[in-house]
């Protein structure tokens, strides 16, 4: 290392001219020496910390898990029970496990098919029936909480003679519908809509439809055949 060589100048004061940067090599420099030494201290301060919390305890090495008790536990067959309901004015008796939706009763174990099952979260409305009288959908109804009521489904909308209900002739007559999937929710909301009195406006019935998709966009025949259906169904 070239060491720094001195002058004076014309007025007297002493200047040091430094070595150029390039020539001050890494073990020489008291700068870069410090910054060295401070970071092997962290590093080794973390390292020690670092096997001081992987380093197990005297009391976590004293505990045990016991592992058969674990399995059992995460192989422990659901609780089953009898439910009977009233599904479209029959009686019927199902054997299910506790976590049976009541959409998955329909479909799996009464072969209800109508309800469909579109998001499974309860955001679609095309799993949507009738329980006591009041619409839900049912992919967010545990079965047991079924037991002893009425459900009617799509299914149960037909005539003692299989005519169609008014709700669902309209669908057709004015071609509320596409692919056709969503349709069955659609008109179970719209036959509970007409019955709890909200279908005087075009607004109104968007309003009280509004948890019912149609992926095909078919809205505008959907509200026209609901105020359509919404005066014959009154007047019967």
């Known amino acids: 290392m070239r060491t ?3 002058r004076r100048e014309p007025g007297g004061e002493l200047i040091k001219r430094v070595a150029p940067l390039e ?3 890494r073990g020489t420099n008291p700068c870069i020496q410090r910054a060295s030494a401070t970071t092997n201290r962290n590093k080794g301060s973390f390292e020690t910390e670092r096997r001081a919390r992987l380093e197990p305890t005297g009391a976590a090495e004293g505990m045990t898990v016991d592992e058969p008790a674990t399995d059992q536990i995460a192989r422990r067959e659901p609780e089953c029970f009898v439910v009977t309901l009233i599904v479209n004015s029959q009686t019927r008796s199902v054997a299910i496990d506790s976590r049976t939706s009541l959409l998955d009763l329909l ?7 109508g ?9 679609c409305g095309a799993c949507t029936v009738h329980l006591d009288g009041r ?6 109804v545990p079965a047991v909480q079924a037991d002893g009521r009425a459900v009617t489904t799509i299914e149960g909308l037909l005539g003692p003679s299989g005519e169609l209900h008014p709700m669902q002739q309209s669908f057709v007559e ?5 692919c056709g999937y969503c349709t069955p929710g659609q008109i179970m909301s719209a036959v509970a809509c007409v019955e709890e009195g909200h279908a005087g406006t075009p607004d109104q019935i968007r309003e009280y439809m509004s948890g019912n998709i149609c992926r095909c966009g078919a809205y505008t025949g959907i509200v026209t055949a609901i105020e359509d259906a919404a005066r014959k169904m009154r007047r019967t």
């Open 107 to 113: 479909r799996e174990r009464l072969a209800l098919t």
């Open 174 to 178: 004015h071609d509320a519908l596409q």
């Open 23 to 25: 020539t001050v090599s």
């Open 135 to 140: 619409r839900v959908v049912s992919c967010l």
């Open 115 to 123: 309800a469909k099952k579109g998001c499974d979260h309860g955001q």
């Open 4 to 6: 720094p060589a001195t």
